[in-house]
Each structure stands twice: as structure tokens, then as C-alpha cells.
């Protein structure tokens, strides 16, 4: 069972930027490929971005590609998204999530792990 907790959301304006910390506790979390969505109200929830176990790999929705970067810290079991240049449009609940196949990640009907979400609200 791999726990997840989400930090670092708040309120930004436009063209600012923010960092979401993702701690992982709880089986071998360092062995799970690991990845971000979000859900905005009235949306279904988006796949953001997704690495890899060892973060060699990544992947990221269109939306936030060349804006958003995804890294993780296997010692701290933490995995970050750095979010520049954020827009109106990237407000939501962000959502952590894991799973043992990194191709599970991308979509959220697969995905095993998930953390309880953290709200980023951009005002434009």
C-alpha cells in the first residue's frame, strides 16, 4: 500500500509559477513510476505528467508541455512538478498519482495510488 500526500498548491497570478511536492510512504515507492493529474471543476481529471522509477522518462500532457517539468528525489521518496508560466486555465485539484506500469500512468481509469489532491488557482 503506497500513501501519497500532496503540498504546495495555493493561489498565483498569471505568468507566475509554483512547485507541487508529492511524498510517497508505505511499500517500495521509490519502485513506482509516478505521475500528476488534475481536475478542474465540471472536467474530468487530465493526466499532467508522469515519470519513471529511476526519472530517466518522461511524459506530459499537451497542455502544459514546455511550461510544467516533472522530477523526482528517490532518497526523500518525493516527486515534484514545477509549474511555470501558469494561466487561468491550470487551475485545479492537483492530483498525485502511482502504479507499478508507467503506462498506467498517463491514464487515470488505470491508475492504482492516488494522493487526496491539492487546489492551484491561478487568477488571471
Known amino acids: 500500500q503506497v500513501v501519497l500526500v500532496e503540498s504546495g498548491g495555493g493561489l498565483v497570478q498569471a505568468g507566475a509559477s509554483l512547485r507541487l511536492s508529492c511524498a510517497a510512504s508505505?511499500?517500495?515507492?521509490?519502485?513506482?513510476?509516478m505521475g500528476w493529474f488534475r481536475q478542474a471543476a465540471g472536467n474530468e481529471r487530465e493526466f499532467v505528467a508522469a515519470i519513471s522509477r529511476s526519472g530517466s522518462s518522461t511524459v506530459y500532457g499537451d497542455s502544459v508541455k514546455d511550461r510544467f517539468t516533472i522530477s523526482r528525489d528517490n532518497d526523500k521518496n518525493t516527486v515534484y512538478l514545477q509549474m511555470n508560466s501558469l494561466k487561468s486555465e491550470d487551475t485545479a485539484v492537483y492530483y498525485c498519482?502511482?502504479?507499478?506500469?508507467?503506462?498506467?500512468?498517463?491514464?487515470?481509469?488505470?491508475?492504482?495510488?492516488w494522493g487526496q489532491g491539492t487546489q492551484v488557482t491561478v487568477s488571471s
Open positions: 508505505g511499500g517500495t515507492s521509490s519502485s513506482y513510476p
Open positions: 498519482a502511482a502504479d507499478l506500469i508507467f503506462s498506467h500512468i498517463v491514464r487515470s481509469s488505470l491508475v492504482d495510488y
